[in-house]
């Protein structure tokens, strides 16, 4: 025991372990889901942060020492987020067909899931810094904390809700979308990108390229809105 205990310190104080980690927990979570059948709940991402959360828990690891491996892997966020546009290039005579409709319904969503974040907060008696830190929940992280921050919130707690809303969103939303019966592949990306952002945009792309190619532009211009729209709202209405 007494080595096993040293090895874990010796490898702990190495980035790359908590790299190596992440990267094998979103593995085992994409080898699962492949041989569930591609089950909802058994999403990849919800599973590699069950598995991380599970081992920081149990080796009393703390975010800050986790964070000094995984930055490698949030710094690719970046060029992934920008990698969208290679679907949204192939698919772009199809979204310019359709640009009316899909800027109504990017508009109708964003203010949806401001308005529902902030409306059940309210329900369950939130505090005013609590709902602030809700209304983001359905943009990206970093727009969603910088809103957040705009309007005094609390940034940790909405980094927070927009990975539990991707997560749900992903998890949740082929389902239901296949259950009220919408088909249309244009549809179900603009839902699950204005809804869950990147991981739902993520979720999209496996399923159809034309849907990931609406997931990601309504991601991007869900976040575009949400920034202008949320802090005027604010303002008028609190």
């Known amino acids: 025991m007494t080595d096993i205990t040293e090895v874990w310190v010796y490898l702990s104080a190495s980035p790359l372990l908590f790299l190596t980690a992440t990267l ?8 699962l889901y492949d ?3 591609h089950k909802p709940f058994l999403n ?3 599973t590699a942060v069950i598995l991380v959360v599970g081992l920081l828990t149990l080796s009393g690891t703390t975010y800050e020492t986790y964070f000094e491996g995984a930055q490698f892997v949030h710094f690719l966020l970046g060029p992934a987020t920008v990698a ?3 679907p949204l290039y192939r698919q772009f005579d199809r979204v310019r067909r359709s640009a009316l409709a899909l800027m109504t319904s990017l508009l109708c969503g964003s203010l949806t899931a401001m308005g529902t974040a902030v409306g ?4 369950f008696g939130a505090s005013r810094q609590t709902m602030m830190s809700l209304a983001p929940k359905s943009v990206t992280a970093p727009v969603a904390m910088g809103i957040t921050e705009q309007l005094g919130g609390l940034p940790s ?8 809303t991707g997560i749900l969103g992903a998890v ?5 979308l296949n259950l009220i019966g919408v088909r249309d592949w244009r549809a179900r990306g603009l839902a699950l990108g204005t809804a869950s952002h990147g991981i739902g945009t993520a979720r999209a792309l496996q399923a159809n390229e034309l849907a990931g190619a609406f997931s990601g532009l309504a991601m991007g211009l869900n976040a575009l809105a949400t920034a202008i729209l949320l802090p005027l ?3 008028l209405f609190f």
């Open 24 to 31: 094998a927990a979103f593995q085992a979570g994409t080898w």
């Open 44 to 46: 990849p991402v919800l």
């Open 172 to 176: 949740l939303g082929p389902p239901l």
């Open 84 to 86: 969208l546009a290679i």
């Open 233 to 235: 709202l604010w303002q």
């Open 120 to 123: 059940l907060g309210w329900l």
């Open 35 to 37: 041989r569930s059948g």
């Open 157 to 164: 707690l909405t980094a927070v809700l927009v990975i539990l």
